[in-house]
């Protein structure tokens, strides 16, 4: 059974960064976790995805250059590295697994969630 943990959420200024973590258990080498975020209000958004196996990575166009995922197989985890924070990167951050071989950046296509980690850039 898949089960996802992210930390490193917190409350950070505008332009600094923070590195989210998801620590994974249960997962097969041809799965794929994926980062998404939820802003109040907001449907839920996909910014990352890397292949467990191989370290194939996929981006949301308004992430990319600024956020980097990351995976570290010993640990069983995988990171999101973002930089250059804006107040609109505020959100609700999850990680979540796609029990397929295939990026996607579709969530309905992902089947395990994480409890999802808090991310508030303000001054």
């Known amino acids: 059974q898949v089960q996802l943990v992210e930390s490193g959420g917190g409350l950070v200024q505008p332009g600094g960064s923070l590195r989210l973590s998801c620590a994974a258990s249960g997962i097969s080498f041809h799965y794929v976790i994926g980062w998404f975020r939820q802003a109040p209000g907001k449907e839920r958004e996909f910014l990352a995805a890397?292949?467990?196996?191989?370290?194939?990575?996929a981006y949301a166009e308004t992430v990319k250059g600024r956020f980097i995922i990351s995976r570290d197989n010993a640990k069983n985890t995988v990171y999101l590295q973002m930089n250059s924070l804006k107040p609109e990167d505020t959100a609700v951050y999850y990680c979540?697994?796609?029990?397929?071989?295939?990026?996607?950046?579709?969530?309905?296509?992902?089947?395990?969630w994480g409890q999802g980690t808090q991310v508030t850039v303000s001054s």
């Open positions: 979540a697994v796609r029990s397929n071989w295939a990026l996607s950046t579709t969530q309905y296509e992902y089947d395990t």
């Open positions: 890397i292949r467990w196996s191989g370290g194939s990575t």
